[in-house]
């Protein structure tokens, strides 16, 4: 009985792929891989491709990871070492776990009406000083990638900030004192002693936050701008196949749910290759000690 | 280390090494020992005794500074090296920590290589010669080399408990401290192993001064030239139980065979503790 | 054996410093620029939540009335006066969350149970554990498409489309895993004497499961559904093409066959309507949405904590 019960989260895994891949199979065989590197998507002329989205995907979440991989180490840093009484520290600590409850689409709302319009001076700014590199190379005009990989940071520091923390907590104190024993001073320590012995655990917490910010759909819907149109620079609207599935999938019908199924299976795919990937990654690196 | 000479104690001239003028040691409320008056001679192997709960490793841990870590720890009175004022406000407790070395109770190599847990703290404290060749010395004189020198690439956690142990005070002997602390050492090891270290530990003290917790006697016995009994008593003062004092520090072999306190007596014969 | 000798000239490798601490050395700056690195670091990570519940809380917060948190929302406008309110969609939010609990709670309490209590870990277990690993990684939006195709594009329900029942499903995929790892975790927790202890007083296990462990493990197990739930009520992906959205109340049991909205839908929809009126009522429903999910959140940190007083 409970061994049935099990094998349901096995067979709904094994159906989502299998329902997926069998949606999209028209897809596939119409484009083939070429569906991976063009980007025209045009359910007149039935003409898809979607690497516009698997650009912002990739852009947004490895940028985003960019930013908020110190930012959360910093943070649990801050929490696990005692440089103010334990209260703000854990003050702090619930602070950001809550940010994890809040809902992706009320930061989505957020994003649109308050922190949008609240950075894109500074992007003007980043655009008029640094707009001969590629990235910077339009005038933010309002939802576009960059605003979406800020959002994103909001939405995956709780991951990263929370699970370092656990590992950092889990390293034994001997080895802190045999760091500061041989005069070693806090952030010798840190680095060479602490962070190395607690690598896998924030390695894996970095990895899942990568797959959230991967599959993240409701705030960077709604704040990317949603253009198949491709730009290298991230003050354009972009789109990521998550954006793409809640935007088009109501409405669509024909080749365009299968293409759309098509994209599903890559970022199904992507998401899979992370998870399993973090899995590994965190045997691989964990320290006997 | 001349710059600061109202921190110098004027009986310079003594061959003492460590000195406790007055130490009460305080967790939060509860007092872990109090006044501790005691000196500590250079270039021999001292041994603190006594029941558990009489605040020896405490002391210990005052020499250099390790009660830091820990939350709400408070000392009172004064511990001199070298007639420095170690809990004077300006001197770095990190400085401390790489003249007075420490090897812990329970052997606690990094998850490093063999070669790494050496180098790491010699590096770190600015170490410019032969790493290969301080590697080496160090282990041979922590007596562990013939075990490590074909696996110094692999984890210290590959070698068995004594031999961890041994390589503890290897990575403690190569940042060259004047002192070594070591708080129950062989607790956590077999016999054999324990001999051998024992064996390192009468090596070692022809260069540095040792100071060594132990709760096995026949070892303060066996490794040590003096001894410093402590021992603890209930107060009401402190609602949580005993609070530790010294009471008796001599030459080993005073305290072993003619102590001058009833309790000392008592301990050494097995009566409590 | 010339120990002397060979300790002198190791020392000489080293820089002799004094032990007077020297604030502007290089080592002791870098160590404040570090240590006032993880502050900013702590301080910046905490801005973003405090300013978005600040900003929910006044613009949400201020419009709340009570025919705001019944009234049906009017179809878009620019009228404040007439937008209506956000009470079918609290009502939606209940009732799928609700839909997507009673699917999830037996399956996934039920497979905590097999994985802890019968092969702790077996090669099986093993798979299962990965898979609820992987389960809880696939992105939400996956779940609503996984559904819409075997559910609302087959119309296998009873021919309806859209329906809370296919909104409760797709919640429930995404609730399962939270479900599993909790009892999962729960169940390990319990000492394993006291099952030896039931079942060496002629227990069968059925009873020593429904009468020792599943017991002890109450709490944690509930712990998790509530954050199970509270997951899935902020969810919107999976919603959007599932459950679509509606205006209207729900007036019966058949109503769970059509189309019902929820607050995340709602404030996905009006945060995209150009009307500052409907812009008002997705601050309104994040307002409320909000919470419901602290209140949640708080719900199952006063179980967890309130576990630890009980010790076994």
Known sequence: ?289 | MLHNKDKIKNNQSTNNCISFENVSIKYGNSVAIRNVFCDIPRSNVTSFIGPSGCGKSTALRAINRMNDLIDGCQLLGRVFFEGIDLYSVDIDPVEVRRKIGMVFQQPNPFPKSIYENIAFGARINGYKGNMDDLVESSLRKAAVWEECKDKLNESGYSLSGGQQQRLCIARTIAIQPEVILMDEPCSALDPISTLKIEETIHELKKNFTIIIVTHNMQQALRVSDYTAFYNAESTQESNSGKVGYLVEFDKTNKIFNSPKQQATQDYISGKFG | MGCKETKSKVLDMYNNHSLIVNPNSKRNLLEKIFTLLSIICAIVAIIPLMLVISFVLIKGGSYISLDLLILEPEPPGDDLLSAGGIGPAIVGTLIMSLIAAIISIPIGVGGGIFLSEFSKNGNFAKFIRFGTNVLAGVPSIIAGVFIYAIIVSTKIIFGSMFSAIAGGMALSILMLPTIIKTTDEGLKLVPDDLRKGALGVGASKFTMITNITLPIAFRSISTGVVLGIARAAGETAPLIFTALFSRYYITGLEDLFYEMSSLSVLIYNFALEPYEAQNQLAWSASFVLIIILLGMNILSRWITSSTTEKNF
């Open chain 1, 1 to 289: 009985m409970v061994l049935a019960l099990a094998s349901v989260v096995a067979l709904i895994l094994l159906s989502i792929f299998v329902v997926i891949f069998f949606e999209s199979r028209e897809s596939i065989s119409r484009y083939g891989l070429n569906f991976l590197i063009t980007s025209a998507w045009n359910p007149v002329t039935d003409e898809y491709g979607a690497f516009t989205a698997i650009y912002g995907t990739l852009l947004t979440s490895f940028a985003s990871l960019l930013i908020a991989v110190p930012l959360g180490v910093g943070t649990a840093i801050f929490i696990t070492e005692d440089f103010v009484n334990k209260k703000i520290r854990n003050f702090i600590s619930v602070m950001v776990e809550l940010l994890a409850a809040i809902p992706s689409v009320v930061l989505g709302l957020w994003a649109i009406f308050i922190l949008e319009p609240f950075l894109r001076p500074i992007f003007q700014l980043i655009h008029k000083f640094l707009g001969w590199i590629p990235f910077f190379s339009t005038s933010p005009i309002g939802p576009g990638i960059a605003p979406a990989i800020i959002i994103l940071v909001v939405m995956i520091l709780p991951i990263i900030t929370s699970i370092s923390k656990d590992s950092l907590n889990q390293v034994p104190q001997r080895l802190r004192q045999a760091s500061y024993g041989i005069g070693a001073t806090r952030w010798t320590t840190i680095f060479n002693v602490i962070i190395p012995a607690a690598i896998s655990g924030i390695t894996g917490g970095v990895l899942l936050a990568l797959g959230r910010a991967m599959g993240e759909t409701m705030a960077v819907t709604m704040i990317i701008g949603n253009s198949n149109s491709f730009s290298w620079s991230i003050f354009s609207p972009g789109y990521t196949i998550s954006a793409m599935l809640a935007n088009q999938f109501g409405e669509a019908d024909g080749t365009q749910v299968s293409s759309l199924m098509y994209a599903a299976l890559i970022l199904m795919i992507l998401s899979l290759l992370v998870n399993i990937f973090a899995q590994w990654a965190v045997k691989k690196l964990s320290l006997k000690y």
